[in-house]
């Protein structure tokens, strides 16, 4: 599918909250941070909800199940079933089923989501290569998942079994910094037996495809806060994301951003639902203006001027920098212009 090269975030007339009528939603670094909510989240939720708005909460988090995730997110104040939580143990489990027969075994390497995804499926988890599977799943288990469990999936997929991972992050945040992830878990089964896995988790396609199926959507929303996931999904699903800043990017890996991980609005937090988005228009020779910025292309650096609100500030240094970019990674230098909006 072709897709058009982004130079600009767009501007919204509506609030995004009536514009769309599904939000999928990441939820580390956008609905909580450390277990906690992060600041105006439960308020912006309840009343994207209150206005008609469906919330689904997308994870790549293989570990937790449905029931567990909802239940967290109704203990922080956001009333939450179990049928609002999608997770990548759901989407490669529909992908498993898909390619071997129903009541085949399947090698689990990971937590009870797995499992309980792997069942809804009509699949059998087991846990040796010794047991008969017709494939092998791999899946977030969590700091205590014995190495020997890497050993009995290498053996598997030696054997020639199908071999899948709910997702590949290489990190995961924990309460004391950052931990490695699925994604670290799979490259020592790659590098073991030299085989590649088909995985289903964000970015990619069976992970979107597993929110529209089962929240219906029509006009859906992303919404989180890494470029990599959340807006390469968005992109590769051909949907609009919304980037929030109260995660792990930074306005100078924004302005960086290749088409792929260039998102259609850009705010601050949550509460960027619940209104329009301003336009960022063009002026001059190569010049942008949002809210009271000003932003030029310069041989080297991107030169901002005006005042006003900081966010107008990034979304106009963003249109000039991904326009100078194209097709590629901005290497102009914005250092000064973010700090003189203080991001």
């Known amino acids: ?3 058009s090269v982004r130079t600009r975030p767009e501007g919204s007339g509506q609030a995004l909250s009536e514009a769309y009528d599904t939000a999928l939603l990441d939820l580390d670094g956008v ?4 277990g906690s909510a992060i600041a105006y989240a439960v308020e912006s939720l309840a009343e994207a909800r209150a206005g008609g708005m469906r919330l689904a909460y997308v994870t790549n988090n293989a570990l937790r199940t449905p029931d567990t995730v909802a239940a967290h997110l109704t203990e922080l104040g956001i009333p939450t079933g179990a049928d609002d939580v999608i997770t990548s143990a759901q989407a490669v489990a529909r992908l498993i089923s898909e390619q071997v027969p129903r009541g085949a075994r399947v090698l689990v390497i990971g937590g009870e989501g797995l499992r309980v995804a792997l069942r809804e499926r009509g699949l059998v988890p087991v846990e040796s290569a010794d047991d008969d599977p017709a494939a092998v799943v791999q899946g977030f288990g969590g ?8 050993a009995e999936a290498s053996y598997a997929v030696a054997r020639g079994m199908p071999w899948f991972a709910s997702n590949t992050d290489l990190t995961i945040p924990s309460g004391r910094g950052i931990a490695p992830g699925n994604g670290a878990a799979v490259e020592v089964v790659r590098i073991a037996t030299g085989a590649e896995p088909q995985v289903a988790g964000k970015p990619l396609p069976p992970m979107h495809r597993e929110t529209i ?3 219906g959507a029509k006009r859906p929303l992303v919404v989180g806060d890494r470029l990599d996931t959340d807006i390469e999904g968005a992109f590769n699903g051909d949907v609009d994301s919304l980037l929030v800043l109260t995660g792990v990017t930074d306005g100078a890996r924004l302005l960086a951003a290749p088409p792929h991980h260039r998102p259609t609005y850009v705010d601050a937090d949550l509460r960027g639902m619940l209104s329009g988005q301003p336009d960022v228009d063009a002026v001059g020779d190569g010049g942008f203006r949002c809210g009271g910025w ?4 310069g041989a080297e650096v991107l030169e901002l001027d005006g005042d006003g609100e900081a966010l107008d500030g990034l979304r106009a240094l963003c249109a000039a920098a991904w326009t100078a970019a194209g097709e590629g990674a901005c290497e102009l230098d914005g250092g000064k212009a973010l700090a003189k909006l203080g991001l």
């Open 143 to 150: 700091p205590e998942l014995p190495w020997g469990r890497f």
């Open 294 to 297: 000003t932003v030029t292309a």
């Open 213 to 215: 199926l089962r929240t």
């Open 1 to 3: 599918m072709s897709r």
């Open 31 to 34: 609905v909580y941070a450390g």
